[in-house]
């Protein structure tokens, strides 16, 4: 038999299971309208496994793996299916239907946002591209960013995220488990460290350059190019750094900041975009306590932590890609107190008007053992 033969029949055993499928789903309806009537949940994990283990010692060793990931695959589109189906209405499924139609259609523009940082911060030049006339408090450190939220004083937070070079904050990440607040906007700002020192300062006499330890990272070339008794110190901002030089009295320091802070303490640029890579950004993004989602919204970030067990990260991707929803983003953090476990952070691409994103935001929900809905947002580029 030539290839084409070989072909021929495999088209003929697709045709067949192609059938049996419909079939099967068509039983899954059935089973569906029961559990409805019934009140029962759409998930038997005891029942899985019996047929798991059944089809596996069906299908014999050499391609009992194969048959175990097949069946997998048919129970995800089983349960998506019935899910479907039953229309199970959830707190989340109001809480998302009700911000969307609640929200202002327009994002303001003026707001009282919190920062970290001080004047001239790349949390400000964030804020300034979200916000025309935001009033801006700042604060030492990413939880007080987070506690002014909680206590009312700041309607808005500002937070890096990721970095296209040094990676995710992580810092903000665990935060943002902490505390549920919601992600309403994002923005990403071109990034160009400067080292900047006071006036008359020359290049060859710094002995020590402070800046936010991101902001080091993506400079680590560059500062290895001034020798190894050019000392780097670590502050909480570029801009602070950026501060402390313009007020201290040594003529030896210098600080990685950006080109905004040589006006705001009247300092000078001696070396331009130090950054190690060209095409640096970050991601930024505005927080609140409410949920607020506005008209445009096509990214979507959640949380969420699965049981500790082999395949449970698997049944979430195979639901994800069931819905036919693009993962932008997948971080893992590990999970305080937990050893070894992990919650992950995704980034989905998908409009929230669709009837899958809800859906899927429902079935995640009850999936998962922990589930954060952060926020359905736009990006500002």
């Not at 079939?23 to 047929?51: D, F, T």
């Amino acid at each position: 038999m030539d290839l084409e033969g070989y072909r021929a029949r495999i088209d003929g055993v697709d045709d067949e299971l192609l059938r049996l499928f419909q079939e099967r789903m068509n039983i899954s309806r059935e089973i569906a309208q029961y559990k409805k009537e019934a009140g029962l949940p759409v998930l038997h994990p005891g029942r899985e496994r019996e047929k798991l283990f059944a089809m596996g010692e069906k299908a014999g060793e050499d391609i009992r793996s194969y048959a175990h990931m097949l069946f997998l695959m048919l129970f995800e589109l089983s349960r998506a299916y019935q899910g479907s189906l039953l229309n199970q209405e959830s707190e989340l499924k109001k809480t998302i239907l009700e911000a969307a139609e609640k929200t202002e259609r327009v994002f303001p523009q003026r707001a009282l946002v919190a920062c970290q940082g001080v004047e001239g911060t790349y949390s400000q030049i964030a804020c300034d591209r979200l916000f025309n006339e935001p009033n801006i408090l700042y604060f030492t450190s990413f939880d007080a960013v987070f506690s002014s939220i909680r206590d009312g004083l700041c309607q808005y937070g500002i937070l890096p995220l990721e970095n296209s070079t040094a990676g995710s904050v992580n810092m903000v990440y665990d935060l943002m488990m902490r505390y549920s607040f919601k992600i309403v906007r994002s923005v990403r700002i071109k990034i160009d460290h400067n080292l900047l020192t006071r006036p008359g300062v020359k290049k060859d006499d710094i002995r020590e350059i402070f800046s936010h330890e991101q902001a080091i990272q993506q400079c680590a070339g560059y500062l290895k190019g001034l020798g190894a008794d050019v000392k780097i110190t670590a502050v909480a901002n570029t801009a602070q750094a950026a501060k402390m030089v313009a007020e201290s009295d040594r003529e030896d320091v210098a600080a990685l900041a950006s080109r905004s802070c040589c006006d705001l303490y009247d300092l000078k640029c001696a070396d331009s975009s130090v950054q190690d890579k060209g095409s640096n950004f970050t991601r930024f993004i505005c927080i609140s306590k409410d949920l607020e989602i506005y008209p445009g919204a096509e990214q979507t970030s959640i949380m969420l932590t699965t049981a500790h067990k082999p395949g449970a990260l698997y049944n979430v991707l195979g639901r994800i890609y069931t819905h036919g929803v693009n993962v932008v983003k997948l971080e893992s953090r590990p999970i305080p107190d937990r050893n070894f476990e992990f919650m992950f952070y995704f980034d989905l691409e998908t409009s929230i008007y669709s009837k899958k994103f809800i859906q899927l935001m429902c079935e995640l929900e009850s999936m998962c053992e922990a589930f954060q809905y952060l926020g359905s947002y736009s990006e500002v580029l």
